[in-house]
């Protein structure tokens, strides 16, 4: 165990250094954790009064109120000129008479958090993959948050610059101008990683970042496995900025402007199928260099009566990277039929899209209201195509694949509903949805095609993909005011999705009534309940693609399903402080003509947490989950003469199970002088490939019979354990020091990868494995926060 | 790095509505002229001072307290409350026409929310009537708290909107806590960023028409048009992921090679149910089926039919 503090003394004087150079808040006010709570026997006694204003009455008392006159709008020259206003005195100022209370001077806020980080319990290097997913565990001195914030004198104007984990991979820092009512701009920068592997091993040289070169003569086995070095972490980053403006120049009206840029870079694993020989595969890395842009208008308008929202969103996707090249690993020369020397394969290509959506809705009498949306999207995508084959052993005419594919894609959507409130207790509801994908191209086939770089096969035609789904739904809601209120909901959905004769089913349609009772037991007790019921059909035939289908096997997107799902949802607040929950989900899809293919999907989940402010200084929460979901797939191995041989099913349970805990607290020993708090959360998951043939594999060749037996893959086990515990002495109100003690365990036993070697002869992996750790660290920093507020600490 | 002058941007843009900032203020109507019923928000600071000290420190607080906007708002306390003389006049003893908004109040859902919406029933909310929320009598109250702050954001309830709307979705809460989850517990995103709990037209109130649309924001890559397309990818991006969180790599719903051999039915090795063997290594081990399906979003190579390129 080692903890370094070497950088500590350093750390503090550069937070002394900023905190005198700031200005506190003038205005105190009781910290926010300080809960403001009507009390309870108030409530109690509303229980005795039926007479309750609408929202309408408060407006119209509002619109009698007397107009204020110049002087009542006059500041009191007392109150500017007072330094320190406690939130009280002015609200008092406020309230007290008919003038305006000054809000006070320039103020401006300044919080943050400085400290050093040291491992106690440091995993390897190689097994940090997981640990760093999504986020930076960097040593050393570390800017945990920073908050400058400022408000002008007598303005309720807020600028304000946060951020966390500065300089850091995964640092957050956001700037936000914020005057309620007339203009929010908020410009928030996000680095995000995405951590993929800090143990793959590969051969050979990367010229270029989308070029894969091995050595000549190719290394074999014996040699992969042994020597091949490891790679530089394989990651990703986001860089990902939003500014959003938001203006409202009058009460009627909102602008809003959006810009979001997220620049991508780093690598991530891809495959590259080599074809040839021995249908041999190399996995390498996708260069990761892509850029999106995305600038979204919106207007509104609205008044009592009838509100529209319209916008129109530009996006745009660049590809720094059309292709990625690998060398083959087991051949180094081009040759016609056996296989290329080296693959290329074709990344995303650069994309645009328009998409324009306009909203509204009318408030009618009865309590009516309507609402309508329609959009249209346009998807954009020309890139050029590259070549067919980078084999140059290849005899083919390939001067009849088409430049590009001039694809101009893309969905329209138009929704309707309405909801009536005819009298009281009662409310109908009715929707109508219709949403259509456009799968316009230009290019109607291909005249040749060059599978793998290797086999020259015939044109073959673009599959167009275009479908539309409708959806309705109608339902009528009763609500009784008795003793134990009661709402009783009915409705029936409809759905129809309508594909092109590409896919298997061309009409499908699903009816799906649906209940929900909520009950408020009592006034601290809710029962929430739903139950929803489905039968999906083929109308038509179910269409086989190509001739060696299975012909009795159906798609689960397009086969007959029955579908139940129950949910049930328990609240106790027995105290405004207290609440309990406890729910229970149980869904069942059964598809009861498919003789193969998916046969049901279960899934069952229960759940229990309390959340508890004991007192204003201490509270506590906690929760557990179980999960356990359950697919069951029926499928027959399908060889050269043995197209429907019984024998050959196999039945695969796949099963999940997950248990989730969560638990944390937080705690002013000593209010303002010692606080502490932690959380625990631990999810552990297995799951089962189980398999097996009902019978025993019989009547095609030895190999044929062998291919066809089922055995069970082992069962993966996952633990995922973060921790993060903290406590705070504050020096003054204003200053603190905290140490944060965090650890993350992670376990994991896949057979998919766990000593996965390099290289098994003809498939050439990474290697790489999300390994276990058990990592501990301790941060310890010193941090200024402003009265007003608490600066924002990492999520716990 | 291309993306320092995108900040600059921004800081133009706040100096831009900086100078625009301000508006129309309207002063708190003297106690005689107030309307009938209302006894005036001084009147609550007697045995609520405590809660309005916290609340004038809040952004609301600060508008509704020092720089109200037109008549209703400088109600004050007795804007969102409703008139409060009754109250006063009973010590405090009887409610009369208050409107309270705690998580036991005796106020109707509706009457409580017909409070909010009177100013917020437009932007994100022009949907909230007939929306799932509302009409199982969620209240606005219920996710969201003016008198005091509790979020960073949004007046939530609770610090982030995913403990917020893990109240009652908690098993949501419990799949972002899985191996395979996406970034929200990194703070990197939230349930907002891809709902709209306020009502939306679109379905599991989504905020675009589809599903894939919701995706395509963060992974435009994936919307092609492609030379080569994967139906099921086409139609929906939760045909084989589930974006809260799952055990499995990539957020799959079920893990490979079963969750392809869900579909793929033809001669040939789709249908062969695999063991742990060398021969198999290739379907089995790394990223299974993918490790040559790499296309397996769609493929724009002229020869990328079966996404191998």
Known sequence: ?796 | MRIGSRPLFGIALLALCASGAGGQVTAMPPADSLPPGYAGSASCLDCHAKEHAVFAGTVKGRLLVGRPRDKHEALGCESCHGPGKAHEQSGGEELGQLITFSPRSKTSVKARDAVCLSCHEKTARVMWAGSVHETRDVACTSCHTLMHSVSDRANLRRETAPATCGRCHQQRVAQMLRASHMPVGEGKMDCTSCHNPHGSPNEKLLIASSVNEVCFACHAEKRGPFMWQHPPVIESCSNCHDPHGTAHEKLLKVPKPRLCQQCHDPTSHPTQPRGITAVDARFIQGRQCVDCHFNIHGSNHPSGKYFTR
């Open chain 1, 1 to 796: 165990m080692h903890v370094s503090t070497h950088n500590f003394g350093i750390v503090v004087a550069a937070g002394i250094v900023i905190a005198v150079s700031s200005v506190a808040a003038q205005v105190p006010a009781k910290p926010a954790d300080t809960v403001a709570k009507t009390s309870a026997d108030t409530v109690k006694k509303a229980a005795d009064t039926t007479a309750k204003p609408t929202a309408d009455t408060v407006k119209k008392a509002a619109d009698t109120t007397a107009k204020p006159t110049a002087d009542t709008i006059k500041k009191p020259a007392d109150t500017t000129k007072t330094p320190a206003t406690s939130a009280a005195a002015l609200a008092a100022a406020a309230l007290a008479g008919s003038s305006l209370p000054s809000l006070g001077p320039n103020t401006v806020i300044f919080g943050g958090e400085l400290g050093e980080r040291a491992f106690i319990d440091r995993p390897n290097h190689l097994d940090f993959a997981k640990l760093v997913e999504y986020k930076a565990v960097p040593t050393g001195p570390v800017l945990l948050n920073l908050l400058l914030g400022f408000t002008g004198s007598d303005s309720i104007t807020v600028f304000q610059l946060s951020g966390t984990n500065f300089g850091q991979r995964d640092q957050a820092v956001r700037l936000r101008a914020n005057s309620p009512g007339v203009f929010d701009v908020q410009v928030r920068w996000d680095r995000i990683p995405h951590t993929f592997s800090t143990n793959a091993r590969s051969f050979g040289s990367q010229p270029a970042p989308n070029i894969f070169v091995l050595p000549n003569p190719r290394p074999d086995t014996a040699t992969w496995n042994p020597s091949a070095p490891y790679l530089a972490p394989v990651r990703t980053l986001w860089n990902a900025v939003k500014v959003a403006a938001a203006f409202t120049p009058s009460p009627h009206w909102d602008l809003r402007t959006e810009y979001t840029g997220i620049e991508k870079s780093g690598s991530r694993p891809m495959g590259m199928a080599m074809g040839g020989p021995g249908n041999n595969f190399r996995e390498i890395l996708e260069p990761i260099d892509q850029t999106m842009q995305d600038l979204k208008f919106t207007e509104g308008y609205s008044n009592q009566r009838f509100q529209v929202i319209g916008s129109y969103d530009y996006s745009a996707f660049l590809n720094t990277f059309a292709s990625v090249t690998s060398d083959n690993p087991l051949l180094s020369t081009d040759q016609a039929t056996t296989g290329s020397s080296r693959g290329r394969t074709a990344l995303a290509p650069s994309n645009q899209a328009h998409t324009g959506v306009v909203t509204a809705a009318l408030s009618l009498p009865y309590r009516t209201r309507l609402n309508a949306s329609g959009s249209y999207s346009l998807w954009i995508q020309n890139q050029p195509f590259i070549p067919a084959t980078i084999n140059s052993a290849i005899v083919a005419d390939l001067s009849q694949i088409p430049q590009s594919l001039g694809g101009h894609s893309g969905t329209s959507s138009l929704y309707v509903s309405g909801v009536s409130r005819p009298i009281t207790p009662l409310t109908l509801t009715a929707r109508l949805r219709t949403f259509s994908f456009r799968d316009n191209v230009d290019v109607a086939s291909m005249p040749v095609l060059i599978i793998n770089d290797r086999s020259v096969a015939a044109a073959e035609d673009r599959d167009n993909l275009p479908f539309t789904r409708r959806n309705a739904d109608a339902a009528a809601t009763w609500r009784l005011e008795t003793a134990v209120p009661l709402t009783f909901s009915a409705g029936y959905g409809w759905e129809n999705w309508k594909r092109s004769e590409a896919r298997n089913v061309a009409d499908l349609r699903e009816g799906s009534p649906h209940f929900s009772l909520d009950v408020g037991v009592f006034d601290w007790m809710s029962l929430r309940s739903s139950y929803t019921t489905g039968r999906r059909r083929i109308h038509g035939e179910y269409i086989q693609n190509t001739t060696d289908d299975q012909p009795l096997h159906r798609r689960f997107d397009q086969a007959d399903r029955d579908r139940e799902r129950t949910n049930l949802l328990a609240t106790v607040t027995p105290l405004d402080q207290l609440t309990m929950s406890g729910s229970w989900t149980v869904g069942h899809d059964e598809y009861p003509h498919s003789a193969y293919g998916l046969q049901s999907d279960r899934n069952n989940m229960e759940e229990g947490d309390v959340s508890w402010a004991l007192t204003d200084r201490f509270s506590v929460d906690g929760s557990l989950t179980n999960e356990r979901f359950l697919t069951r797939l029926r499928s027959q191995y399908r060889a050269t003469g043995q197209l429907n041989n019984p024998t050959y099913d196999w039945v695969a349970n796949n099963h999940d199970e997950i248990r989730t805990v969560s638990a944390g607290f937080r705690a002013a020993f000593v209010p303002d002088r010692f606080e502490a708090g932690g959380r625990l959360d631990a999810s552990r998951a297995k799951f089962r490939m189980a398999t097996f043939n009902p019978l025993t594999p019989t009547g095609g060749t030895a190999t044929q019979n062998f291919n066809a037996t089922a055995s069970d893959l082992p069962e993966v086990t996952q633990k995922f354990q973060p921790m993060n515990l903290f406590a705070t002495y504050f020096v003054t109100p204003e200053w603190g020091m905290t140490v944060r003690y965090q650890t993350e365990r992670w376990a994991q036993n896949d057979f998919r990868t766990l000593g996965l070697q390099p290289s098994t002869g003809s498939a050439i992996f990474l290697g790489n494995n999300l390994n276990d750790y058990n990592a501990k660290y301790i941060t310890i920093s010193v941090s200024y926060r402003p009265r007003l507020r608490r600066v924002a600490r990492p999520a716990l």
